[in-house]
């Protein structure tokens, strides 16, 4: 990739553009332009602190606040739909740049992305469907014809996590670090390792907890080992904690075997079906309506012309996209060294921590224009 376009590279990239653009508007989407600036409380909201690794946030003087530019479209995007009303479908397309910042990789801080977003569709599978067979249709528009799909569900995931009988709070810290594959592992591990001996600074807190407010003001105000930085309602909320912690049974070792089991399905996406079924009706759960959902989506894309039952499904796959809680997909080419070409995926529940009073059925997908000229030989 190059960051700055002349001639006839920049005319091929524009000329790449404006076909994504006329075939989205042929299949009824509706052209939009987001912001190119958010809140960053919006985001540090959805993704938590990570994000400022991944995104350009900068302080707002007027407000005192920060602003982040786009890392992405389908948060602007998003929040565009949710000021006209959450509870109506509506289709969208957009194309422009987006901003992350990026290790020494040499992969570009500004790039493009063109793709679409829908919301309100009461038939999910067909969306998504709908979705894939697009985005698919939009790089062969571009000239790349071979490459390779990658799908997955994160909502199968959030599924089991319901299902399985464990204390509130593992649930809640299993579901928020799904995301970070080298952190979940270390928490299964802990959850079902024996408990350890607590250090003397634990063993206070737990102490001072148990006794009530006061005994954990005392503590906290007689000692920097205890309090350091933090202050007293952060030392107290820590305290509690801790305490629940310590409260919880172990794991189940057959549990931890269990969640690992599901994570590890891959294959053909008719054999993936068959055996999350199998793994979760031997472990007596009741997954019924995510299988259906995978179901369901199956059948959509045979009726479209994809051969469903072949394509390639991994149930680890997408534990990088944070907002995702259903099916999502990535395109790659087959020549190596490029970023992915296109990726999508679903995302009902956000549409709620946006401010929607339920979740709204919501799922998008973009293509990289550049990625997919140069994997065509043009760029």
Known sequence: MVDCLTGAALAARDDAVARLRALFAEEGYVALEPRHLLDADVLLDLYGEDIRTRAFIF????TAGELCLRPDFTVPVAMAHGDGGWNRRAAYAYAGPVFRLQDRSGRPIEYLQAGIERYGDADRGAADAAVLALTLRGL?????????VSTG???IFLALIDALEM???????LRRHFWRPARFKALIEGFTAAAPEPGAQRRALL????????ALDALAADGREVLGARGLEEVAARAEALAAAADEPRMPAEQAALIEAVL????PSGEALARLRELTAAAGLDLLPALERFEVRLDALNRIGIDAEELPFDARFGRMLEYYDGFVFEIEALRPGLPPLAGGGRYDRMTRRLGAAEPVPAIGAMIRPEVALAAAGEG
């Open 59 to 62: 302080p707002e003087p007027v």
């Open 207 to 214: 102490a001072a907890a148990a006794e009530g407010p006061e």
């Open 167 to 173: 204390p509130a709070r593992r649930k809640a810290a």
């Open 140 to 148: 062969e528009a571009l000239g790349c014809g071979a490459h390779k």
């Open 153 to 155: 569900d994160t909502g």
């Open 264 to 267: 590890s399905v891959h294959g």
